[in-house]
């Protein structure tokens, strides 16, 4: 199966979720963390999923999911995630009809995207997904990269990525720019004036300097 790997941008954007048990909880979750404006439709709810109603983190409507749901407001993606299959192929089928992406959870024949096994670090996300062959598998992947990858590594993305807009404003585009950004992602860098990264970034630009505007004619 070919995948075309991708990060989404959700925030704002509205996302339906049918379903609100345990398989709809952690899809819910994750969508919260990407700020996606999520609705959820489903007669009964896990507490977790309740609370986040009340505090108006998600819109919950505690009824079965009716055709012609997914075209109420537009809606940019859904999951269904249901434990009646004859309710998450009417979903499929209803998001297909109305070009929605749309994942059936635990069913890839149904799926137009698949949830990732993610590891977090800050703005670091490294995402394993086995196209729903074996999430089992992806899980353990998961773990054995988060046990690997140091705790502080979003910090240090934090710290990289302040010193890459400093060299982007200091260096002109070019080869050599594009050589001193891979130099320093694999050095330490820190937030003080004087770290190593940040040193070695000014001099690079002193011998380097951005050549001046020509003036107006």
Known sequence: MDLFPIFLKLTGRRCLVIGAGNLAESKIESLRAANANVTVIAPDARPRILDLAVGGDITLHQRPYEPGDLTTQKYFLVVTATNVPAVNRAVYQEAIANEIMVNAVDDPPFCDFYFPSVVRRGDLQIAISTAGSSPALAQRLRKEI????????????????????????????????????????????????????????????KTNPIPEPEPAS
Request: charged share 30%; proline share 5%.
């Open 146 to 205: 988060n046990a690997q990858l140091p705790l502080d590594a979003g910090d240090w993305l934090t710290d990289l990525g302040n010193l890459r807009r400093e060299v982007t404003q200091m260096e002109p585009l070019n080869e050599e720019r594009k050589l001193l950004l891979h130099q320093l992602a694999q050095r330490e860098v820190c937030g003080f004036d004087q770290c190593p990264s940040r040193v070695l970034a000014r001099e690079h630009a």
